[in-house]
């Protein structure tokens, strides 16, 4: 802590449409990945809590699901998740793709955002996709819309800009308490993140209607007398030739998910990992509030 004791903290939800870089920003601000990357829409299930903290600041980030117009109760859970962070923070960043063009998903959150009273940034993300009179094109197509305290083009894969973000986050960060120790950088426990891993090379290696079918259970996490941590999960689909497609011809799917996985979770866990994965069909989960309240897919409190 600095030595006039004036540490500031604070709460910063991200918000924006699906696969708009939310949580690939998040892994590059805090230096590990505890959020899962995909180039499918609405990898983000849950609120992610992430910690940043230096000797001066602690900025709490809150990654929410994509917005967007919810199919079956899982959407719904997901959509007023990503809402709901917006009463409970300090600055909200409204995130966009700056290489795609405004559309209805845009209009909805700034709908949403017309009743907020926290200070709201515009992030243009993906900002080395683009010329820089586009991108100037879309910072005026935006400011008709919101009066935004800043707008701040970055590229979040690239890490351009991002300090940038974070330093004006803190000037807007009341001077409070460090909420969380220094090494913590997530509220989420390790069962959850090696969850999120296994998910991520599933979307990453299928296509189609698999990765919005896919919740994947830990089933035990136990360290063994050999110093490795023994990890079985069971990846849920919902139908059989979803299961088909995931375990491959001879295995080879599951396999490589598994030895993709299991180096993430080794760096993670800072141990060597055996991973046992299986794969079992539920029917619909995804409407199943038995299931999703088990999975942690629940508003309530």
Do not use: C
């Not at 899962?36 to 990654?63: C, G, H």
């Not at 793709?97 to 009273?117: A, H, Q, T, Y």
């Not at 005026?140 to 979040?156: G, M, N, Q, T, W």
């Amino acid at each position: 802590m600095n030595k006039n004791n004036q540490f500031k903290s604070g709460f910063v939800s991200l918000i924006g449409r699906p696969n708009a870089g939310k949580s690939t920003l998040l892994n590059q601000v805090i230096g590990q990945k505890i959020a899962i990357m995909s180039d499918k829409p609405q990898t983000t299930r849950n609120k992610i809590q992430a910690v940043y903290t230096t000797d001066n600041e602690q900025l709490v980030f809150l990654d929410t699901p994509g917005v967007h117009k919810p199919k079956h109760k899982l959407g719904e859970f997901m959509v007023n998740q990503a809402l709901d962070t917006l009463k409970e923070v300090d600055v909200v960043l409204f995130f966009i793709d700056v290489s795609e063009r405004f559309g209805k998903g845009e209009e909805f959150i700034l709908n949403s955002l017309k009743g907020v009273k926290t200070p709201v940034f515009l992030v243009m993300n993906k900002i080395d996709k683009v010329h820089p009179e586009q991108l100037l094109e879309r910072i005026e197509e935006y400011r008709h819309h919101y009066d935004f305290k800043e707008i701040i083009p970055i590229s979040a894969l690239e890490g351009e800009n991002v300090q940038v973000l974070v330093e004006n986050l803190v000037k807007y960060m009341p001077e409070g308490p460090q909420y969380y120790p220094d090494e913590q950088i997530t509220d989420h426990p390790e069962r959850f993140i090696i969850a999120e891993l296994v998910r991520e090379k599933v979307l990453y290696h299928t296509r189609d209607e698999i990765p919005h079918s896919v919740a994947v259970v830990i089933d035990q996490v136990k360290e063994r007398p050999d110093r490795k941590t023994y990890v079985q999960a069971t990846i849920v689909v919902e139908r059989n030739s979803q299961k088909g497609i995931i375990i491959g011809k001879r295995g080879a799917m599951l396999k490589q998910v598994g030895q993709e996985a299991r180096k993430d979770i080794r760096k993670l866990l800072g141990t060597d990992v055996f991973l046992e994965l299986w794969v079992k069909v539920q029917k619909d989960w995804r409407n199943k509030a038995r299931f999703l309240n088990e999975q942690g897919y629940s508003n309530r409190e």
